[in-house]
């Protein structure tokens, strides 16, 4: 990757961790901590990597995204409205009554959502249904799905694993945000599903493993992903839950809790020198 390519990825991304402490202080609630772990891979999907157009968000040639691990929805419209998809003004309106960002993404009434989400597993299964519909009816376009570390604690999510290695789904490829921090702790300590590789390689996968905040090791993994025939591609990917903002990192408690004033405040000052040290 360029170094400008890069350089403007890395600033999307501080807009886009800047669009979660947004939302999720407004709302009072919600899940930072593994939005923050996402937002460079799904920055890098929508802003380099993926065919897709704001202006037509249902364009039947556009690669699709399967946000898995549905938690992470503040990232996600993050980018959608950096992106274009809607205006950035709806980013504060986060979990309001009336508000079409809702805590979990809803493809029926927000642009640019390709999959309703939330219950964990079930996401790399619409992920797996879109993929073979494109292979059924010949459609080019790829599947990318985002799943949590903890999310790989549940059975469904091997079924699925198991049936895109079946049916040679390599128009398949699926990211594991391995942030090793879930809701009550460590994964190691609640129910590890580790060792992630191994596993999906068992299942039949192609599998890769980097760091999820290297948006070299992201590109070359991704064209990897895209070069494989036969079987889909788990990239795991190394991150740090609540990357980006120094007191949230690595703290299992900012799971679900959204900062107060002084935090937020505090959150975004970081965020801001930061964007403000890239734009110079």
């Given amino acids: 990757m360029d170094t400008v390519s890069k350089k403007n990825l890395q600033t999307e991304a501080l807009k886009v961790r800047m669009g979660v402490i947004e939302g999720t202080y407004h709302a009072g609630s919600g899940h930072p901590g593994g939005s923050l772990s996402a937002a460079d891979l799904l920055t890098y999907l929508y802003f380099y990597k993926m065919k897709v157009d704001p202006r037509n968000p249902q364009w039947e040639e556009r690669d699709r995204l399967v946000l898995s691990k549905g938690h992470a929805a503040p990232a996600l419209y993050a980018v959608l409205a950096e992106k274009g998809y809607f205006s950035g003004e709806e980013i504060p309106r986060l979990r309001k009554v009336g508000s079409m960002l809702q805590g979990h993404p809803d493809m029926k009434n927000i642009p640019g959502v390709d999959m309703s989400t939330g219950s964990l597993g079930q996401g790399i299964s619409a992920a797996c249904g879109m993929a073979l519909s494109a292979k059924h009816f010949g459609d080019a376009f790829h599947v990318y799905t985002i799943l949590g570390d903890g999310e790989c604690e549940e059975g469904q999510v091997w079924e699925a694993a198991m049936f895109a290695s079946h049916k040679k789904l390599?128009?398949?490829?699926?990211?594991?945000?391995?942030?090793?921090?879930?809701?009550?702790?460590?994964?190691?300590?609640?129910?590890?599903?580790?060792?992630?590789?191994?596993?999906?390689?068992?299942?039949?996968?192609?599998?890769?493993?980097?760091?999820?905040?290297?948006?070299?090791?992201?590109?070359?993994?991704?064209?990897e992903a895209l070069s494989v025939k036969g079987k889909p591609t788990a990239i795991i990917c190394n991150t740090v839950k609540g990357k980006g903002v120094s007191f949230m990192e690595n703290v299992c408690g900012w799971h679900g809790v959204a900062p107060k004033q002084e935090e937020y405040e505090k959150a975004m000052a970081e965020l801001q020198e930061k964007l403000a040290a890239m734009e110079a």
């Fill in 170 to 223: 390599d128009n398949l490829t699926a990211f594991v945000d391995l942030n090793h921090l879930q809701i009550d702790g460590t994964i190691e300590e609640v129910n590890s599903p580790l060792p992630l590789d191994e596993k999906f390689a068992a299942f039949g996968w192609h599998v890769l493993t980097i760091d999820g905040h290297d948006f070299d090791q992201i590109d070359a993994a991704v064209n």
